[in-house]
């Protein structure tokens, strides 16, 4: 159980163009789903925490209105870059956190993350 | 700010050799500790946590044990098989700071026969 998955795992855009990543929670209810991102040999950075159903909170640093992060439903969430540029290529992980899981909430599962290319 | 530090990689370790990944923590409280593991082309996935001082979090054969005297959370095991190479990450997270976890930097594992 407790499986995330992301669609697409890999995506090639132009620049300038815009890109949508979905995370979704298939089996478990997820009331708050983290975007991170990671670069080649380092570790994830946070980007945001969104929480079903009110706007995302966005860590210092992180343009929001270039990451427009979507968090409709219990299952789905959705990171959009806008006007990507080929500094924003990178690999995006989603986790999510089950609704009402663990003593502290802490638990979070992560997906397998997507892979984009912006040239 | 809290923040996790690990030990550089890679490292390559011949099977049946003994492992120990390094991890230390700065963190104003006391967090809970986790290691988490990337296959190749995949996503984490927790490999142990421990909540609390002198806890010993175990899984797979890994076991790593929450020291608060020297604010480490080392990553063990006896015996690595060549299916343990993977990225490990060490995490802390600390209630007071909305549930969001902090990673290292991970340190790479390879595994050779």
């Known amino acids: 159980g407790a499986v995330v998955s992301q669609h697409p795992s890999w995506v090639i855009c132009k620049s300038g163009t815009s890109v949508k990543i979905e995370c979704r929670s298939l089996d478990f209810q997820a009331t708050t789903m983290f975007w991170y991102r990671q670069f080649p040999k380092q570790s994830l950075m946070l980007m945001a925490t969104?929480?079903?159903?009110?706007?995302?909170?966005?860590e210092q640093g992180v343009e929001k209105d270039k990451f427009l992060i979507n968090h409709a439903s219990l299952t789905l969430s959705t990171l959009t870059v806008t006007s990507a540029h080929p500094e924003d290529s990178s690999f995006y992980i989603c986790s999510a956190r089950e609704r009402g899981g663990g003593r502290v909430g802490f638990e979070q599962y992560f997906g397998p993350g997507t892979r984009l290319t912006v040239t | 700010g809290n923040s996790v530090t690990q030990m550089e990689g890679p490292v390559t370790l011949s099977e049946e050799a003994f492992l120990t990944i390094n991890c230390t923590y700065t963190a104003t409280g006391y967090p809970s500790l986790f290691w988490y593991v990337q296959y190749p082309g995949e996503g984490l996935q927790l490999l142990l946590k421990a909540t609390k001082a002198d806890d010993k979090g175990s899984n797979k054969g890994f076991e790593a044990t929450y020291r608060k005297e020297t604010t480490s959370f080392h990553l063990e095991k006896g015996s690595v098989q060549v299916s343990d190479s993977a990225v490990y990450f060490c995490a802390l997270i600390f209630t007071g700071g909305g549930n969001k976890l902090t990673f290292g930097t991970g340190t790479q594992l390879k595994v050779e026969l």
């Open positions: 969104s929480n079903e159903g009110s706007k995302a909170t966005y």
